[in-house]
Each structure stands twice: as structure tokens, then as C-alpha cells.
């Protein structure tokens, strides 16, 4: 496949799981309408192509998750390697961007450097949670971090790491183009009545684990008050017997969503959900929440001892305060969650003031100008790096 890429790569992309393809792919998109003639080779999947970028290697099986998942494909990623290593000896790409994916990026960023390019890093590891001691090779190895958080510029200023902060890629469009009102009628839920979202996570471990707390206290708040509705977007890989199966457990009735599953949190008042990307998500849709998290106790014991933050939830750590409740391990009982749930219910100045500083942070994720955006600052380095090779060329 490699005599297929032309000899004249601008940039080279390396995304390694499906967020970090879709992410790369609106760049691609964006630097091709500014630059048509650009070209641009990549690791990764079908976005990426679709933008335009001519895919060296095909990234559909290597997002991974565990060690026993790598050791089993470790044939095909050491295979990845091997082609990115010869692709970029052969033609030396201007750039090369790494995006999240750190396993593999953090050492392609090593020979990318050696071999004379200019690394930029989309999407930094969370090195501020987790894996601190990471910084000093992207120190050593790394041009610039491009930060989808704002104060990742700072944590990475301690250690002397250039970083600029790009704008989250979530918050540069709307995630839905529904209203609250439109998304329920399109769901057939009733206008003037509560929807509570119920948001377990999307690994099956999570959803094990959470569900049934949520279901409880979603049966508590019903019982209470049946004009409540509940809503609950599925993943793909939650099993659907095993969901049946809980929700024939417990006297509420679930309305279990398989479609576009933005319309089903914007159809939301108020969601229950796991600690992840979905309480970002729900911030910038605006819906108040209560993150929920819980995994075996030795699981949590190691999480508590390796990961230096406080709290857990995207939204708080963003804000640097706890603008949304957080029920964590023990704290993740029925009772619990009917308590915040109906707080936030009951209560108009803590729903308001929650829904105020979740637009807080909405502002507060997207870049404030061209200037600091990553379709510019990959303009910039292509130019120094054309810039560089003249001026090489010259002193030849």
C-alpha cells in the first residue's frame, strides 16, 4: 500500500481509535478547503478517507482496550509500526499530528522526531489524572501539545511543554439540532412532564455496575411521582436481554433509545449519568446532571492511590469546583440518587444555577479565535517547515 501514497506527504496523521478518526477528519476537511492541493497520508479509518486523507494504514482493529487485547493483536499494531516507520523514513512529512491514542503515539512521536519532523499532539493524554511521569517524553519528543482543555496549558507550562490550547472538538458545533422541545416530541414523550435521562456508560462492566442503583431510585422518584418519565439511551455493546432482564426488575417504565443518542440526552431535563465523555457531552447540551460511578472495590482502591484529581466528573474538573454532585462507589445507592434528582427537581435556583455554569464551560471549551485554532497552528508549522527546508537548501 505504501507505493500508493504519493512522494510528496505535507502531513502525516496517526489516529488509532474511532473519536480520534472522526476528530482528525473535520481538520482534514478544513485544511483542504483552505489548501486543496495539500496532501495528506494517515492512520486511521473511514472519516479520515472520506476527508480526504490517503490511509497508509487501516486503524478499524486497533482500538483497543486492556492488556490481554493488545497482547492478542500485537502482531497487527508492531505491523503498523513498521509500515508508519518506512512511510516517514522515505518521505519525511512536514508534520506529523498524533492524535490521543497514547500507547502508540507517544513512541511514534519519538521516531517522527528523530527522523526530523515536526510533531504536534492532538488531544494530550490525561496526563493531569494519571500517567504524570509521560510529560517528560512528550517534553523530549513533542513540538507542540494542541489541548482540547484550557487548563491543560497550564499543567503542561510547569514542566516547560509548549501547548496551546485548539478548542474542544465537541464544542465547536452543536451536538443536536433539536430543542428540548423538539428532541422529546421526536422521542413521543409528553412536553409538560420530566424527562429523566438514565446514562449507565458504555462499557458492560460500567452498566453492570450502575444500572441497577439508577433503576431503583428511578422506581423511588416514579412511585413518588408518576408523571416523571424516564429515558435511557443504549449503547451498542449493552446486551439487550441483559437490559430487559433489568428493567423487568423494577416498577417504572424505561423508554430504552436506540437512535441518535444526542437527541435523546437534549430531550432531557435531567440526566443520571457514568463518568465520562457523556457528562461533557450533557454540559454542552446544557442538561443539569448527577455523575454516577461505581467498579469493584480493589478497581477503585488502585484508581484512588494512581489518579491525582478530587473529583471524577469532566464538568468539575473543567470548572475547577464542584458545580455538579457526584455519587461514587458507596455513594452510588438509590437513595442517594432520588435525593439529587429530586433536589434538582424541586429546587429552580440549583437547577438554573447549574444549567448557568454548564453554558459556562461550553464557552469556556471553544478556541476564542482563527488564531488558536488547530487548522492554524498546522498552517503555521507547515510554512516554518517549507520555511526550513529552503533555508537548508540554501546553505547547501
Not at 180 to 200: C, D, M
Not at 293 to 304: D, E, V
Not at 374 to 395: C, F, I, N, P
Request: glycine share 4%; charged share 20%.
Amino acid at each position: 500500500m505504501l507505493d500508493q501514497v504519493a512522494k510528496t506527504t505535507d502531513l502525516l496523521i496517526i489516529a488509532g481509535e474511532p473519536s480520534g478518526d472522526m476528530h482528525a477528519a473535520k481538520v482534514v476537511n478544513k485544511l483542504k478547503l483552505l489548501q486543496p492541493n495539500l496532501v495528506i497520508s494517515a492512520m486511521g479509518g473511514e472519516q479520515l478517507a472520506a476527508a480526504g486523507a490517503k490511509l497508509i494504514v487501516d486503524a478499524k482493529n486497533l482500538a483497543l482496550v486492556g492488556l490481554i487485547e493488545v497482547i492478542k493483536e500485537w502482531r497487527q499494531i508492531h505491523h503498523a509500526f513498521k509500515v508508519l516507520k518506512k512511510m516517514i523514513r522515505a518521505e519525511k512529512p512536514k508534520v506529523v499530528v498524533l492524535v490521543d491514542y497514547p500507547g502508540f503515539n507517544l513512541r511514534m512521536a519519538k521516531f517522527a522526531k528523530q527522523q526530523g519532523c515536526h510533531v504536534v499532539y492532538y488531544i494530550s493524554p490525561q496526563l493531569w489524572a494519571w500517567h504524570q511521569s509521560r510529560v517528560h517524553k512528550i517534553k523530549r519528543w513533542v513540538d507542540v501539545m494542541a489541548v482540547i482543555f484550557p487548563f491543560e496549558v497550564d499543567f503542561f507550562k510547569r514542566f516547560n511543554v509548549t501547548a496551546q490550547f485548539v478548542g474542544h472538538p465537541l464544542a465547536t458545533e452543536p451536538l443536536c439540532s433539536l430543542s428540548t422541545v423538539e428532541a422529546k416530541t421526536k422521542l413521543n414523550l409528553k412536553l409538560n412532564q420530566p424527562v429523566v435521562g438514565l446514562i449507565p456508560g458504555s462499557r458492560c462492566s460500567e452498566a453492570h455496575a450502575i444500572l441497577p442503583p439508577l433503576l431503583a431510585a428511578a422506581a423511588q422518584l416514579y412511585a413518588k411521582d408518576p408523571t416523571l418519565q424516564f429515558v435511557l439511551p443504549k449503547a451498542n455493546n449493552i446486551d439487550t436481554e441483559w437490559l430487559n432482564e433489568q428493567l423487568s426488575q423494577y416498577a417504572v417504565p424505561v423508554k430504552v433509545t436506540t437512535e441518535d443518542r444526542y437527541v435523546s440526552m437534549q430531550a432531557c431535563d435531567i440526566a443520571v449519568a457514568a463518568s465520562g465523555t457523556v457528562t461533557l457531552e450533557l454540559a454542552l447540551l446544557k442538561v443539569p446532571m448527577i455523575v454516577a460511578y461505581k467498579t469493584n472495590a480493589f478497581t477503585f482502591w488502585l484508581a484512588k492511590r494512581v489518579v491525582k484529581l478530587k473529583q471524577v466528573g469532566l464538568p468539575n474538573i473543567i470548572a475547577k469546583q464542584g458545580i455538579v454532585p457526584e455519587l461514587l462507589q458507596n455513594d452510588l445507592t438509590a437513595d442517594k440518587v432520588a435525593a439529587e434528582v429530586s433536589k434538582l427537581l424541586s429546587n429552580s435556583m440549583c437547577y438554573d444555577l447549574q444549567k448557568k455554569r454548564l453554558s459556562e464551560i461550553h464557552q469556556a471549551l471553544k478556541s476564542d479565535s482563527t488564531e488558536t485554532s488547530l487548522t492554524q497552528l498546522l498552517l503555521s508549522a507547515l510554512d516554518s517547515s517549507a520555511q526550513s527546508l529552503q533555508a537548508d537548501h540554501k546553505v547547501v
